[in-house]
């Protein structure tokens, strides 16, 4: 996440591109590794794709103008390293920012820079603690709904496929990238529809009973046809990044403005924890799966 969060435009760029990405990403390794097209290796796909990290590089130091109010470090002088105090500041817009405004009005006025901007108030260790616990009714919902989401893409959905004739002829590895179209949708979002607080409490509840169609479709085979499951794994997706995208509006709205900064931070930590335990879940999960007999009409 951005250190400098303007407003919730920003919160929707940024998570729209991080939607797209996913999708760019989906279809080069489609392209590559489909047998119509490159019919490359994984291999030699990834090889090749590590191009993307030296073109980040580039971009990052040769390419973008830093602006002189950002703090830069040098290698080859160590007292740089270490971010100054004054450098800690957060830009809040003032005609759209409800947050400042509140603050403003109940007398909780907040030091500025000459710049306009809310200089960041240095925590202390307690302080993190108990703003990380007003935090967790966001974080938990956002750390479950990627906890059943990762453990869905991780752990069963590759020991689901379909024949040619119920799987419009696209071979096993092509049949399941189309997730990460549900999550640009959704994460794209946010700026036509802000879902309440009750909705990011449900989100997690409707992704576990995507788990149970994945779990029992893994078993049994129930679902006659490909498209019912892409319209599955589409809403798996849309709950994915419906949650991310709306957690972090919320967020952004509900903490103080001096407080800001690491509250978006610390926050990220919500679904990366959920997709870490869905990693070690998925191997139990993904072993028991494999342990079972195929059913029978697939067997004939």
Known sequence: MKNVIHC???????????????????????????????NLSPKVTLLVMLVVPVVFAA???????????????????????????TSLTVSVSKSDDSGFKTSIQNGEGYALTKSGMVRQRKMSFKEMLLTTASLLRFMIPLMLVYF??????????QLVFYSCDNGWHLTRASQYRWYQLGVFISRSSINIVELPYWALVLLPI??????????????????????????????????GGASYVNSFSHIHNFAKPDVREFAMSISSLGDAFGIVAAGFM????HNYVCGTSLPKHLTE
């Open 8 to 38: 919730r435009n920003t919160i929707s760029t940024w998570s729209s591109g991080t939607g797209g990405a996913g999708i760019i990403g989906a279809l080069v390794y489609a392209v590559l590794t489909e047998p119509h097209f490159a």
């Open 59 to 85: 971009t990052y130091w040769f390419l973008l103008v830093v602006p002189e109010s950002i703090h830069q470090a040098r290698l080859l002088h160590p007292r740089t390293w270490i971010v100054p105090e």
């Open 148 to 157: 059943f989401e990762y453990l869905i893409n991780q752990g069963i959905v």
């Open 206 to 239: 409707l992704q576990f009973v995507n788990v149970v169609i994945f779990f029992f479709e893994s078993l049994y085979f129930y679902i006659p046809h490909i498209w019912i499951l892409f319209v599955v794994i589409l809403f798996e997706g849309l709950f």
């Open 282 to 285: 998925s191997i139990p999960l």
